[in-house]
């Protein structure tokens, strides 16, 4: 496998062609593949978070399997490896979701109403914020979306959404369960 990571840019891995090739498919995760994908990046400079992220972009996820493999390969400790893991918010240990739904708890929002929303969201998922439906729908809280004047807001997507109440949000989750793209 030629080199993994073309150019390290604002903190991100440039992920070559053969690695964007396969990971249009998400490959399966397996360790010999998930060893070459780190070997490969072992040389460059932090080589620790690019090649976490270029583990996520093969398979979607960071397996929790790649974790000591990731650890001997770079000569660090698991622990080491597990903590940047879990401080960056865009890798992940499983599988993405389908969508994702993020509703705003700030204070702004809260006073528009944004708990009573909360709440009717963890009734409609049957758990608490955090929760992925069956059909792929993860619904989280974020602190404030810089929306505050037309609160409560919620990011469907990317795609920010003001004024969300109860009925808004069962549009936004009935559309996302019809249509199999994404907004």
């Known amino acids: 496998m030629r ?99 993020r509703l705003c708890v700030a204070e702004a929002c809260q006073a528009v109403g944004s708990r009573e929303l909360r709440a009717h969201a963890e009734a409609v998922l049957g758990g608490p914020l955090g929760t992925t439906t069956a059909d792929g729908i993860a619904i989280e809280s974020v602190y404030c979306l810089g929306n505050c004047a037309l609160g409560p807001a919620a990011l469907v997507n990317g795609r920010l959404v003001g004024r969300v109440d109860a009925a808004a949000l069962d549009r936004v989750l009935d559309s996302l369960r019809v249509e199999d793209q994404v907004l």
Do not use: W
Not at 6 to 24: F, K, M, P, Q, Y
Not at 72 to 93: K, M, P, Q
């Open 3 to 101: 080199g993994v990571c073309d150019a390290v840019e604002r903190g991100r891995c440039a992920v070559t062609s053969d690695i964007r090739a396969s990971s249009s498919a998400r490959a399966t995760y397996s360790n010999d593949d998930a060893r070459q994908v780190v070997e490969a990046l072992k040389s460059e400079p932090g080589p620790m978070l690019i090649a976490l992220q270029a583990l996520q972009q093969r398979y979607g996820y960071v397996d929790p399997d790649a974790v000591p493999l990731v650890a001997g390969i770079l000569n660090v400790s698991r622990a080491e490896v597990y903590g940047v893991l879990t401080f960056y918010h865009d890798l992940r240990t499983v599988r993405a979701p389908r969508a994702v739904v």
